[in-house]
């Protein structure tokens, strides 16, 4: 399985500012996808990151208040714009497996807090 | 669009229980069904999974039969410690893979010794 690694692991961070995480790889991979997960909740879909390709956001999340950048196949970063308190989650990002097309492997998370 | 519904919790069980979570799932096809585990303070990792009918995925003594007649995917153990605390998702995958994963509510679990 791929090993993932993520930047911050954790950050308080004040209302309106921006805060860029960043995920990092083992191995080259094509598919990234970056998740949210509220407090006590199920992980969300953020949006997918191909390399060499614009990510393509799911319903209600937005390239504005969520840039991504994915400048090669083993790293990228999303960025939370603007922040708000509603913004505080954990946030994953998470691979395809090499060898298995369905299997998806997670890195530890970004638990942001927004004061 | 795809969905999964699991159990709510918290389950709150003691050492040497029978653990089982329901999962069932409204899915295009046939998707491929996980479970994953999040341990406090930890990221997800990849528990179990089946991609096809009657498949039975196993890790960990963890056990759950992908149904296509109930499409339903159900986590058992038949005697969970106290390690076994953490938040199961249940999880589907759409035809073909390379598509996100489309995530349960999560359930809590919780052993005491």
């Known amino acids: 399985s791929a090993v993932i690694s993520q930047k911050p692991s954790r950050d308080i961070c004040q209302r309106g500012t921006s805060l860029t995480i960043q995920c990092q790889v083992d191995?080259?991979?094509?598919?990234m996808f970056w998740y949210r997960q509220q407090p006590g909740q199920s992980l969300t879909l953020i949006a997918t990151a191909n390399q060499g390709s614009e990510a393509t956001y799911e319903s209600g999340f937005v390239i504005d208040k969520f840039p991504i950048s994915r400048p090669n196949l083993t790293f990228s970063t999303l960025t939370v714009s603007n922040m708000s308190p509603e913004d505080s989650s954990i946030y994953l990002c998470?691979?395809?497996?090499?060898?298995?097309?369905?299997?998806?492997?997670f890195g530890p998370g970004t638990r942001l807090t927004v004061t | 669009g795809d969905s999964v519904t699991q159990m709510e919790g918290p389950v709150t069980l003691s050492e040497e229980a029978f653990l089982t979570i329901n999962c069932t799932y409204t899915a295009t096809g046939y998707p491929s069904l996980f479970w994953y585990v999040q341990y406090p303070g930890e990221g997800l990792q990849l528990l179990l999974k089946?991609?096809?009918?009657?498949d039975k995925g196993s890790n960990k003594g963890f056990e759950a039969t992908y149904r296509k007649e109930t499409t339903s995917f159900h986590l058992e153990k038949g005697s969970v410690q106290v390690s076994d605390s953490a938040v199961y998702f249940c999880a589907l995958s759409g035809l073909g893979g390379n598509t996100p994963l489309v995530f349960g509510k999560g359930t809590r679990l919780s052993v005491i010794a």
């Open positions: 191995s080259q991979v094509t598919m």
């Open positions: 089946a991609t096809k009918a009657d």
């Open positions: 998470s691979v395809l497996s090499g060898r298995f097309v369905d299997e998806q492997y």
